[in-house]
């Protein structure tokens, strides 16, 4: 769990920033296990903000191509994220978009979201260097490896070999070669 001071830090940085601009979009990075689905949990209760989950943008089979997940970075449909999520919300427009479940391989019922004054987009690879200056605030969650271990194992055991041997590797070389972590705004743990 985060701790509180930071989760206000954060809260304060946000309202300071919605008193300079009437919109805010805040891209939510980091390790697997960091809290990064709670803390955009948490804003929404605060700010009534829409919220935006990368999980919903996984690679569909026909995208899962040797070269695209050599990238750092390539197991997100980022172009999908652009054209149906990013875009609309940095113009403010209304649009909907559609889930994608990579486990049934299959597209849920569409999502709508009315933009209002802050939109928060959160989940790994979500400052990726194709993505991140469409943020106006780029925040960065950081967990310690044992923690990181005890949460995943916990939330889905049966996952965890993959998260091992495949997930997690990628995802540090993804933090490595990006250097999103130097790259964000706000660095929380």
């Given amino acids: 769990m985060m701790d509180m001071t930071e989760q206000r ?5 946000l309202r300071a920033q919605l008193v300079e601009k009437e919109y805010v979009l805040c891209g939510i990075d980091g390790r697997s296990g960091a809290g990064k689905t709670a803390l955009a949990q948490a804003l929404q209760e605060e ?5 935006i989950h990368l999980s919903d ?10 070269q695209r997940l050599r990238e750092p970075g390539g197991s997100i449909d980022r172009e ?24 049934a391989q299959t597209f849920g019922d569409p999502i709508p979201v009315l933009p209002g004054t ?6 790994v690879y979500a400052c990726h260097p194709a993505l991140r200056n469409f943020y106006d605030l780029r925040v960065f969650l950081d967990v310690d490896p044992d923690t990181q271990r005890e949460r995943l194992r916990a939330r889905d055991a049966d996952e965890w070999p993959l998260y091992e041997t495949l997930w997690l590797p990628a995802e540090e070389r993804y933090f490595r070669e990006t250097r999103v972590r130097d790259r964000c705004n706000l660095v929380l743990k």
């Fill in 9 to 13: 830090k954060l809260i304060l940085r």
């Fill in 80 to 103: 999908r994220l652009l054209s149906e999520a990013l875009k609309p919300l940095r113009a403010r427009l209304p649009f909907c978009y559609r889930p994608y479940d990579a486990k």
């Fill in 118 to 123: 802050m939109a928060v987009v959160e989940g």
């Fill in 57 to 66: 943008f996984p690679l569909r089979p026909e995208q899962r191509a040797p």
């Fill in 47 to 51: 700010f009534g903000c829409t919220v």
